[in-house]
């Protein structure tokens, strides 16, 4: 089965509504990267993670280590919101390599 | 400061020929990695380079893809020969290393006839 599970896999808003999108893991993880991949292909780091909470302007974002799980909060969701949201797990120690989630596709709507 | 940068943005190739794909990191960084996304298989590791050194080599894709780091400021994927199913998008990413941010080139879009 995947080692990083995203859901849902896609999702359309209403401009102006608020959405979460959720990254389960069955690998170890130490931190938690997301991504956001424009529809040009462009793929756009929006925050890295340790245990804990983060937040930028309408986005915010929780990974919770002990329940294996992620979290990305988009708040008054824009049409310039859209794309595909990756999630992307790292075991840490030395190694860096980043096991992705297969995305959710966010469409937003005016 | 300049992220990665990654040439060609776009390669048309026929099946059994050789293509090689280039990228530069973002300058300092010590981490360089190359990945293939497909709608399918979504994005998968194939090389990871600390100092130049290789890291790991994305196992299932050692057979005709091989990566290379002959300085620090610039790596080559090459595919030997390609295959209808290599037709993907290929991204480079670069970090200063582990626990830290991966920072992506705009991609290569490849297509195999």
């Known amino acids: 089965g995947d080692q990083v599970k995203q859901s849902p896999s896609a999702l359309s808003l209403q401009e102006g509504t608020n959405s979460a999108l959720r990254c389960n893991f069955s690998?170890?993880?130490?931190?938690v990267q997301w991504f956001l991949q424009n529809p040009r292909g462009s793929l756009m780091n929006l925050f890295y993670?340790?245990?804990g909470t983060k937040e930028n302007g309408r986005l915010k974002s929780t990974f919770n280590s002990k329940e294996s799980y992620s979290t990305l909060h988009i708040r008054d969701a824009q049409l310039e919101d859209s794309g595909t949201y990756f999630c992307a797990a790292e075991a840490g120690g030395s190694n860096a390599k980043l096991t992705f989630g297969k995305g959710t596709k966010l469409s937003v709507k005016s | 400061d300049a992220g990665v940068t990654q040439t060609p943005r776009h390669e048309v190739a026929e099946k059994g020929q050789t293509i090689i794909l280039k990228c530069e990191p973002v300058?300092?960084?010590?981490?360089l990695f190359w990945y293939r996304q497909t709608k399918i298989q979504g994005l998968e590791l194939l090389s990871y380079?600390?100092?130049?050194?290789?890291?790991?080599d994305g196992g299932a894709f050692k057979d005709r893809f091989k990566a290379e780091m002959l300085n620090s400021s610039f790596s080559t994927l090459k595919i030997q020969p390609t295959e209808p199913k290599d037709s993907a998008v290929y991204l480079c990413a670069s970090s200063f290393g582990a626990q830290d941010t991966q920072y992506f080139g705009p991609g290569t879009r490849l297509l195999v006839l």
């Open positions: 993670l340790v245990p």
């Open positions: 380079f600390r100092s130049k050194s290789l890291m790991e």
């Open positions: 690998i170890a993880t130490t931190t």
């Open positions: 300058s300092g960084h010590n981490d």
